[in-house]
């Protein structure tokens, strides 16, 4: 017992320092462990569940039988630290930084543009950088794999790819595609000319030299390889980590304790425990079982060690295609296929393939073709040894097997296959990669020699219940039959009575999962035809023209390039305006040295808040009882609504949304109270503890159907019209009604929700530290809340990690609510949202349903439209009207429609919350009009981009808002476009193949846009500037933009550079605060840089234009405003001293210049 409760010191080293932890908790994961114990903030945490990649390091460890040091990279939101006995790790500040020396990585990340509102970009420096440390001159397709587990929601990654490909020897080809043909010689070159103006010049680069790298510990070193090996414990609170040496002991162990986990990858129980708050009391890792990453090759196949990495199996995979002959590695192949998409390549690299088989997932990649392969595990308990066979008796539901709690697979053996044997593995994902398949098969057919009657078959569905299943009544049908169209007709009648999902399936997509089981059946019987047709067993292959069937499609980096104007010629060099310069903090962003909310240290007695959602849709709240939260330790206080000093509600647009739930909740989802701790992971358990007790509302209203049913809307409807539509529809040739349908869509900002909030301790003065696009509506939400004047209250943006839209309306509700925690303890307060919570709570998109009606004439003319918009604007009114506002003021999109129509309304339901989004409805009614076009070009059997042209608007014209504009640009935007794309070839092309290619389609488009930038309510497109010139020659700007990746703060530095003829090296942008700037407007609707730099600018010339007025009236002569005004000059600080005192600072605002 007393050995049970042991625990040992855990030592490791990160960027080359040990670390030596004396009482570890086995629930720490790295990446909170370098952010808050070493403070290395510059690893990010996003999704917390291995899907981002932001978190991502690089793991280094030595095998003491081999005494090669091995570096992959890893998710550090799933890496226990438990895990890292005996490892080196190594953070994006490890590698290098703006006070010593950059690295590579970071520089060309950052100089190529790679980086934008870089809160992923510490994660991919880290991706990449383990690529180069294990291959210094990656080919493209490393480079790609390498960064297939990061996301990025900013840069559309073709910088990103542009920053690694510099150090790759290839071009920018795909490098054949593995054998399906060069992406160059399909398309034409989209090589930029050579005269072309460069975003970035690759001779400014930094070379990458190898020996400069941080090398393994040699103390590491030492230890691994002299120390000798023993059992490992650490105990924490809640759970005990043990890390036995020998098979016996971890047999031993598993007897005692048959319900601990034996963790390898953790990317099974990490998620598990994260976010379904699944407790373990103890695990076992058996990381340093030799048996468990043994290789056996014998003659009829390989048995593979358990515990190997999916990146080490797919090694030996390779290897063994590499050495057999192709008939004998038909398995092999079909499993490195799916190896390939499995996840991220972080998740590969720790997965094991022990661990994937007993997850048990249904959607598992592996499991479908391990069985219809013929695998068998090789499994040890007390009991001894035996071997099981992976078939369709072992998986007995979701996330169950055969196996007993006691039992360990120590390895699998994955068989040759014979002359006659055809295996194949399909998926279909909802993205290529790091995505869970939507539906996964294994699929194997064996034919005795020189036949084509199926001897046995094995059709094995992964996504189409809670296990992997086995088609067998389908297969049983098929044994015995010829290989050919008969069979398959009569395949496709079993399986669809066999492989049945009920309407109400997990996972939906019902429709989609049971086409799928015929179509990939289908895929299988082409390739086997294929197959069949190159062994001579049948005369005639698949024909030509369906082809295009087994063709996968093409997974290099399709290639892309950004163009842009040069300045002119005769534009002073040292002025930046118009040129691509880097982001001002890219750099920092690269290293991680950038600073987002919460990187900020923690204060003296800080608190974290974690918010406490509703679970039902629509309920009374009977009670909410705090008591079990209370006594959880280090729970400090619960807020609720009558905590609420101040107002308790925001107003919006005639509406009043509740900030914390009182009597009744509108949505699953909507904040009812939080918990105050000591820490984030105290506050989380506290928040779980809180029961709140519901009484169901009848109807709960979910779709825009249900809404309209019951008249359920934020009133009123918005409208707008012109011309005269009845008549117009009377004198069309033809009239046409259609409707179209757009989903939501989530921000995923990379950095959810944060703020923290400090009570400076006297008159109620608050300080609010927070990432959001609208410090002001902020300060006005929690001086409301908080019921004291805005002047107590100063909110601090310094970046945003992402927003587009999402970051404005709860971000100010978000920051209100933390206020009052930090009001009602008098402490500082952090709230930062997990990303579930971030999802759950925040809104998305709006989805919307257009219906349409339209009149057009014989050439192709609209004459008349007339639409409705309803959108799904869930439980609050947020910026709804606002949204469908906008889209009836973009429903002509680029079109002149002389009579036109729509109507308008945000639909109440019980959803959360929708918001702003990226284009605020725009898209939304783009597509809906969009489509209607191309209803009417189907109408009249002609390509779509000519009835565009015929209505596009031409000439001085006037929207139906009565806006008058000149849609010249968007002519000239419109041929060029077509010119260069050689639409009118490629869409011959895109003719010629689909009419060759049964199954695959191709298509291309050309769709103009006419985009109204700034606000509707005039009096917010204004924006305030203030500037500090120092006595140094250094200037401090301050403005109302946020810095959320656009790189306004950039671009203002441009605008103070050429303005004041300095260089922008003596330009420094803080942060955005209400302090410096008031009474701000959001840094949205793409105005924030024209207004802002306008307001910057505006301060700058009424300077020098004072300042001229100054010299006529001043005894001593100013600095003129056509001469340098710059530290470097000799005099500046004297220059400086005779400015007008007057002007120091100057506070301007950009409706001064219009
Ligand atoms: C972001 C993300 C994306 C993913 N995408 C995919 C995907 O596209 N396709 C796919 O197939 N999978 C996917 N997965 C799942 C992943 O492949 C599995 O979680 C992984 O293979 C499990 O291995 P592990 O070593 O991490 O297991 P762990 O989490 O360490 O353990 C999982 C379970 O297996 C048991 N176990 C482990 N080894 C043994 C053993 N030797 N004997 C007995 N029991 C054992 C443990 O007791 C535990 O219950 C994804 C996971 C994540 C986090
Ligand atoms: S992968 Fe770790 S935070 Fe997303
Ligand atoms: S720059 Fe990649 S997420 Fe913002």
């Not at 990317?267 to 290789?295: A, D, L, N």
């Not at 009001?823 to 709230?831: D, H, I």
């Not at 308008?904 to 959360?912: G, K």
């Not at 191709?1002 to 309510?1017: D, Q, V």
Request: net charge negative; proline share 5%; charged share 20%.
């Amino acid at each position: 017992m007393a050995e049970e409760k042991r625990t040992d010191c855990l030592c490791f080293f990160v960027n080359g320092k040990k670390v030596v932890e004396e009482h570890v908790d086995p629930e720490t994961m790295l990446v909170s462990f370098l952010r808050e114990k070493l403070r290395l903030t510059g690893t990010k945490s996003s999704c917390g569940g291995g899907g981002c990649g932001a978190c991502t390091v690089m793991v280094s460890r030595c095998n003491p039988a081999s005494q090669t040091i091995t570096h992959f990279s890893a998710n550090a939101c799933l890496l226990p630290v438990c895990q890292l006995a005996g490892a080196a790790i190594t953070t994006v500040e490890g590698i290098g930084s703006s006070k010593t020396r950059l690295h590579p990585v970071q520089e060309r990340l950052a100089k190529a543009h790679g980086s934008q509102c870089g809160f992923c970009s510490p994660g991919m420096v880290m991706s990449m950088y383990t690529l180069l440390r294990n291959h210094p001159q990656p080919s493209m397709e490393e480079i790609r794999e390498a960064l297939g587990g990061n996301l990025c929601r900013c840069t559309g990654y073709r910088p990103i790819i542009d920053s690694c490909r510099t150090f790759s020897q290839e071009s920018k080809c795909c490098q054949g595609n593995r054998g399906v043909g060069c992406c160059l010689n399909e398309e034409e070159s989209t090589e930029p000319e050579p005269s072309a103006p460069q975003l970035f010049n690759k001779e400014d680069f930094l070379p990458l030299d190898p020996t400069q790298e941080l090398i393994f510990p040699p103390e590491l070193m030492r230890m691994v390889l002299t120390e000798p090996q023993q059992t490992q414990r650490f105990q924490g609170e809640r759970m005990s980590w043990v890390s036995p040496v020998s098979l016996e002991e971890l047999v031993l162990l598993k007897t005692h304790h048959p319900w601990a986990p034996l963790v390898l990858g953790n990317t099974t129980i990490g998620p598990e425990m994260k976010f379904k708050g699944v407790v373990h009391p103890m695990i076992i890792s058996p990381s340093r079982q030799v048996e468990f990453i043994v290789i056996v090759d014998v003659s009829a196949g390989v048995w593979v060690g358990a515990g190997l990495s999916l990146t080490q199996v797919r090694s030996v995979l390779e290897a063994r295609v590499e050495a057999l002959s192709q008939e004998k590695t038909e398995l092999y192949r079909a499993l490195l296929d799916q190896l390939r998409t499995l996840a991220g390549q972080q998740i590969r690299n720790v997965a094991s393939l022990g661990g994937n088989i007993v997850s048990a997932h249904p959607n598992s990649n592996l499991n479908p073709v391990l069985a219809a392969g013929g695998c068998r595990l090789s499994v040890v308990s007390d009991g001894g040894r035996r071997e099981v066979l992976l078939n369709q008796d072992f998986f007995t539901g979701f996330g169950k097997t055969v196996l007993k709690a006691g039992d360990i697979v120590v390895s699998v053996f994955i068989p040759e296959t014979q002359a006659g044997e055809f295996v194949r593995a399909f998926r279909q994902a909802p993205r290529k990669e790091n995505a869970l398949a939507t539906v996964a098969t294994g699929m194997r057919v064996v034919f005795g020699e020189g036949s084509t009657v199926v001897q046995d078959l094995q059709l094995y569905y992964g996504g189409v219940g809670p296990c992997t299943l086995l088609a067998s009544k389908t297969c049983q049908a098929l044994v015995g039959r010829l290989w050919g169209e008969e069979m398959l007709e009569e395949a496709y009648s079993v399986l669809l009575k066999e492989v049945v999902l009920s309407p109400g399936a997990v996972g939906g997509k019902v429709g989609f999962r049971r086409s799928l089981t015929l179509s990939l059946l289908f895929k299988f019987y082409l390739e086997v035809q294929q197959a069949l047709a190159h062994t001579n067993a049948i005369q005639h292959g698949v024909p030509e023209a369906e082809w295009s069937a087994l063709r996968p499609l093409p997974d290099c980096i399709l290639p892309g390039q950004q163009q842009f104007q040069e300045v002119l010629e005769s534009q002073s060099e040292q002025d930046p305006v118009g040129h691509p310069i880097m982001h001002r903090s890219a750099l920092a962003q690269a290293t991680g040295e950038a600073l987002y909310c919460d990187d900020m240290p923690p204060t003296e007695g800080e608190l974290f808040l974690v918010l406490v959602t509703s679970t039902r849709p629509h309920a009374s709240i009977l009670n909410v009882d705090v008591g079990a939260a209370l006594l959880v330790p280090g729970v400090v206080d619960v807020v609720t609504c009558r905590d609420i000093p101040g107002k308790k509600v925001r107003s919006v647009l005639g509406y009043e949304e509740e900030l914390l739930a009182d009597k009744e909740v509108s949505c699953v989802g909507q904040m009812v109270c939080g918990v105050l701790a000591d820490s984030r992971t105290q506050a989380k358990l506290g928040a779980a503890a809180v029961q709140i007790h519901y009484q169901d509302l009848p109807h709960p209203v979910f779709t825009v159907e249900d809404a309209m049913e019951r008249e359920s809307f934020f009133l009123p409807w918005r409208e707008i019209e012109r011309g005269d539509i009845s008549d117009a529809f009377q004198n069309s040739d033809y009239v046409h009604e259609g409707e179209f349908r757009m989903s939501g869509q989530e921000h995923f900002y990379l950095e959810t929700q944060s703020m923290l909030v400090v009570p400076v301790g006297e008159e109620a003065e608050f300080h609010v530290y927070l990432a959001s696009q609208a410090p002001t509506m902020a300060q006005e939400a929690v001086a409301e809340t908080l019921g004291v004047p805005a002047n107590r209250v100063t909110c601090h943006v310094k970046r945003l990690g992402g927003a587009f839209g999402g970051k404005v309306t709860k971000t100010s509700i978000l920051a209100a609510i933390t206020s009052v925690a930090a009001w009602k303890t008098g402490r500082a307060v952090r709230c930062v949202l997990e990303r579930g919570e971030d999802m759950l709570i925040t809104g998305a998109r709006h989805p919307v349903l257009g219906k349409y009606k339209v009149g057009f004439m014989k050439d192709g003319r609209i004459t008349a439209a007339d639409l409705q918009y309803y959108a799904n604007a869930g439980n609050t009114v947020d910026e709804s009207p606002l949204v469908v506002e906008k889209m009836l003021l973009h429903m002509d999109n680029a079109y002149n429609i002389p009579n036109l129509r729509g109507r308008a309304v945000a639909c109440r339901t019980n959803l959360p919350s929708n918001t702003a989004f990226r284009g605020f409805g725009v898209p939304q009614t783009a597509a809906i009009v969009e489509n209607m076009i191309t209803d009417v070009a189907m109408h009249l059997a002609r390509p779509a981009h000519q009835i565009r042209e015929v209505n596009m608007y031409n000439g001085p014209s006037l929207t139906h808002y009565k806006f008058s504009f000149n849609p010249e640009n968007l002519w000239r935007c419109w041929e060029e476009c077509k010119a260069r794309s050689g639409l009118d070839v490629r869409q011959d092309a895109v003719r010629k193949f689909n009419q060759e290619n049964r199954w695959r389609k191709r298509g291309a488009a050309l769709i103009p846009i006419k985009y109204g930038i700034a606000f509707c309510e005039a009096f917010l497109n204004q924006a305030a500037a203030l500037v500090h010139i120092y006595k140094d020659g250094s200037v401090l700007v301050s403005h109302g933009g946020t810095e959320m990746g656009q790189g306004i703060h950039t671009k203002m530095q441009q605008v103070v550079s050429r303005e004041l003829h300095i260089s922008s090296s003596k330009i420094y942008i803080s942060e955005t605060s209400t302090s410096s700037v008031p009474n701000t407007c959001p840094s949205a609707a793409s105005f924030g840089t024209d207004a802002n730099g306008m307001a910057v600018k505006a301060i700058l010339i009424f300077w020098a234009v004072a300042g001229d007025v100054t010299e006529k009236i001043s005894p001593r002569p100013l600095a003129p405003r056509d001469r340098r005004f710059d530290g470097e000059e000799d005099g500046a600080l004297e220059k400086h001293r005779r400015l007008p005192h007057a002007l120091q600072p100057i506070l301007f605002c950009s409706q001064c210049l219009r």
